[in-house]
């Protein structure tokens, strides 16, 4: 089955850190761009970043509000994409999705699949 | 940064009600733009990619067109399943960007 997993959620003190995963199955994991997409509370949609397959390699691109705090890699023999949150702020409490994004052979598949996303909630 | 600005950010329309939401992209994003429809705890679904064309599964009275900076999805006859939260999304280039949102309600 094509499908995202997202895990490794919950609820954290601000300042703190957390790593969230994203298991892939079902496709060639290695052949895609993964981006991460999180939502506030009563909020939209927020890119959160991505990071290249290893052919445009591997490397991560980040939104302005994450960057420096936040940290994508992937595991392609796992196929598995992480986020590592760093410096965590109550700003960040949402729900955290993994997408597919681009891929050469499949480029405006960006975006068709998605995890069912985990819940990060930041405590003072 | 590219800005996605969606409008209207919220309607109230009725079964059988024709719909269009537009986005406006502040620089050209070739035909780069996906439609997705959200409903309240469930997990965004593409419902247009290439900015015209129709994901699969996904039921004709939905049709997106433009290219460049101005977008628009079309309900063309609103059913009871499709009153949720409609976004836009550029994928042309990052920062990737998202329309802020347009929540259709029942009138």
């Known amino acids: 089955e094509v499908q995202l997993v997202e895990s490794g959620g919950g609820l954290v003190q601000s300042g703190r850190s957390l790593r969230l995963s994203c298991t892939a199955s079902?496709?060639?994991?290695?052949?895609?761009?993964m981006s991460w997409v999180r939502q506030a509370p009563g909020r939209g949609l927020e890119w959160v970043g991505f990071?290249?397959?290893?052919?445009?390699?591997?490397?991560?691109e980040y939104a302005a509000s994450v960057k420096g705090r936040f940290t994508i890699s992937r595991d392609d023999s796992k196929t598995i994409a992480y986020l590592q949150m760093n410096s965590l702020k109550i700003e960040d409490t949402a729900v955290y999705y993994c997408?597919?994004?681009?891929?050469?052979?499949?480029?405006?598949?960006?975006?068709?699949?998605w995890g069912q996303g985990t819940v990060v909630t930041v405590s003072s | 940064d590219i800005q996605m600005t969606q409008s209207p950010s919220a309607m109230s329309a009725s079964v059988g009600d024709r719909l269009t939401i537009t986005c406006r992209a502040s620089?050209?994003?070739?035909?780069?733009l996906a439609w997705f429809q959200q409903k309240p705890g469930k997990v965004p679904k593409r419902l247009i990619y290439?900015?015209?064309s129709l994901q699969s599964g996904v039921p004709s009275r939905f049709s997106g067109s433009g290219s460049g900076t101005e977008f628009t999805l079309t309900i063309s006859s609103l059913q009871p399943e499709d009153f949720a939260t409609y976004y836009c999304?550029?994928?042309?280039?990052?920062?990737?960007?998202f329309g802020q949102g347009t929540k259709v309600e029942v009138k």
């Open positions: 997408s597919r994004d681009y891929s050469i052979s499949s480029p405006q598949g960006a975006f068709d699949l």
């Open positions: 079902g496709f060639a994991f290695g052949d895609y761009y």
């Open positions: 990071i290249r397959n290893r052919a445009y390699g591997g490397t991560t």
């Open positions: 620089q050209g994003i070739g035909n780069s």
């Open positions: 290439a900015a015209s």
């Open positions: 999304l550029q994928h042309n280039t990052y920062p990737r960007t």
